[in-house]
């Protein structure tokens, strides 16, 4: 018996932590729209997580997560970053979202000027100026890097969705490496491939080992694949779905994000797998 347990016991861990050489190396919770929590061993991220409106369309954040969200609450506590692809309203509240920085002043935030300019009018936004990072780039300007603690950070600017209309929507698209693995979200990026083959060294420079990315990428049977092949990424989960799921993303069967809690786990060959 003991044997059969001495067996058994290195299986069961094994198969809770790998699957076919895979790894689990961090978790990613679903909040709503393009609301998105990423777990790693010791970091914590949030991509838009606090926004109050959906236009009809997209989903919420439920009253009762964003509660938890708002509070602190586990899993979602002891945040380090924040990060903001844009400034629309079913991405950003600026009043949540500076009450949050308030209170929990550990917490920086990583956003574009037209978000940190909303902040600016609020009465006593001085008090988390220590907080903000904020992302001043023009369309076609080389990507930048930031690091601090233990996070590495590079943005590039893609134009917003309906281009070439409302190009002075400043829509960031976040590279982040937390802990061993990375994740990559892409806002309300347009999918124009002229967008991203510019960047084509700043995409094979890293692999991301699983991206978020809007729902409108999901177009044919082959639009996933290239889309992984052109950004270099392992895995994706669309986000920005609309609350009635399209038919079309349903046929496709592609990963989405559409109900709030939902969980993906990240998974790479081990922590030296994507290091250059
Ligand atoms: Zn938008």
């Known amino acids: ?25 961090g978790t990613a919770y679903y909040l709503g729209n393009e609301g998105v929590m990423i777990v790693g061993k010791h970091k914590k991220i ?49 009043k949540d979202l500076f009450s ?9 935030l990583i956003a574009p000027k037209q978000a940190i300019d909303k902040l600016k009018l609020l009465p006593g936004y001085k008090k988390i100026t220590k907080q903000l990072h904020e992302i001043s780039m023009k369309i076609g300007e080389q990507p930048i890097e930031i ?28 590279r982040v490496t937390l802990d061993d693995f990375t994740v990559m979200h892409l806002g309300d990026s347009d999918i124009n491939p002229e967008h991203y083959l510019p960047l084509s060294s700043f995409w094979s420079k890293k692999a991301s080992h699983h991206a978020f990315i809007p729902g409108v990428f999901a177009v044919n049977t082959n639009s996933e694949q290239s889309v992984k092949e052109r950004l270099n990424l392992k895995r994706i989960t669309h986000i920005h779905i609309p609350m009635n799921v399209p038919d079309k993303l349903k046929e496709l069967k592609v990963d989405f994000f559409s109900i709030p809690n939902e969980i993906r786990e990240i998974t790479g060959m081990g922590s030296s797998e994507l290091k250059l």
């Open 1 to 25: 018996m003991r044997f059969i347990i001495k067996i058994l016991i290195p299986f069961i861990l094994c198969s809770n932590n790998s699957f076919a050489g895979q790894y689990v190396l």
């Open 46 to 94: 949030l991509f838009d997580p606090i926004f109050d409106k959906n236009y009809q369309r997209f989903t919420l954040v439920p009253e009762k997560l964003k509660l938890k969200v708002l509070g602190n609450i586990a899993p979602f506590n002891n945040i380090d970053a924040i990060f903001i692809s844009h400034s629309h309203a079913d991405h950003f509240d600026e």
């Open 100 to 108: 949050y920085l308030l209170k929990y002043q550990n917490v920086q």
């Open 147 to 174: 690091s601090f603690d233990g996070v590495q950070i590079e943005v590039v600017r893609i134009p917003h969705v309906g281009w070439p209309k409302r190009t002075d929507v400043e829509n960031l698209v976040y």
